[in-house]
């Protein structure tokens, strides 16, 4: 679900959820493997990764990824996962300060959100999935190079209507919002669902 940001305890109340969910879906969310093949190949940033899904799909397909998460217990979820699928792996703290973007497979960092500045002009391939922090959208656009592809996928306003999923309208899209949101990226593809969950999905590009 979307995280709450702006919260001192965040990362240690999703430490907690991760530690007592033991099971995390391993596939890659529907939405990214259908429209994978129309993204370009390089450097991707997962936000918010969780458990590493997503990230390990990406990595295990030829994409550099750095997967970000202010949650040590989703990062080491994740890294895990990715030792199943013969994916390598590193950790930003290990590396110098300027780590290389060449690194195959999945560099793994523990951040917060609300204070990491995202590097301009650095990703091929941006991805978020069920999470939103409205501040992060113009960095977003920023962070992608010409070229680059923004996936992103998050519930609506649309989930109060549903009795499972999150439910705090602060941190649901509204309509029409994940569209509009990003006025420098051309949009390849838009969708807003409202079947067994209220969903926007974005697939957009940066000239």
């Known amino acids: 679900m979307p995280r709450l940001t702006s919260v001192a305890n965040d990362a240690k109340n999703w430490d907690q959820r991760y530690r007592s969910e033991p099971y995390s879906d391993p596939e890659p969310a529907p939405f990214l493997r259908e429209i994978l093949p129309l993204c370009p190949r390089g450097r991707a940033l997962d936000l918010a990764m969780g458990a590493g899904r997503n990230a390990?799909?990406?990595?295990?397909r030829g994409w550099r990824v750095t997967g970000l998460d202010s949650s040590r217990?989703?990062?080491?979820?994740?890294?895990?996962?990715?030792?199943?699928?013969?994916?390598r792996v590193h950790w930003?703290?290990?590396?110098?300060r300027e780590f290389s973007p060449k690194l195959p497979g999945?560099?793994?960092?523990?951040?917060?959100?609300?204070?990491?500045?995202l590097p301009a002009e650095q990703f091929d391939l941006i991805v978020c999935f069920n999470f939103l922090q409205r501040s992060l959208f113009a960095s977003i656009e920023r962070?992608?190079?010409?070229?680059?592809?923004?996936?992103?996928e998050t519930y609506t306003v649309e989930q109060l209507g549903?009795?499972?999923g999150p439910h705090n309208p602060d941190y649901l899209l509204r309509s029409g919002e994940l569209r509009q949101s990003f006025g420098e990226l051309e949009t390849l593809f838009y969708c807003e669902l409202r079947t067994g969950k209220g969903i926007a999905s974005l697939l957009a590009r940066k000239p």
């Open 56 to 60: 390990v799909y990406l990595a295990g």
């Open 73 to 87: 217990v989703a990062l080491e979820k994740a890294a895990a996962l990715a030792r199943d699928h013969q994916v």
């Open 92 to 96: 930003a703290a290990d590396l110098p």
């Open 106 to 117: 999945l560099l793994l960092l523990e951040a917060d959100l609300e204070l990491w500045s």
């Open 143 to 152: 962070a992608l190079r010409r070229g680059g592809m923004l996936v992103y």
């Open 162 to 164: 549903f009795p499972d």
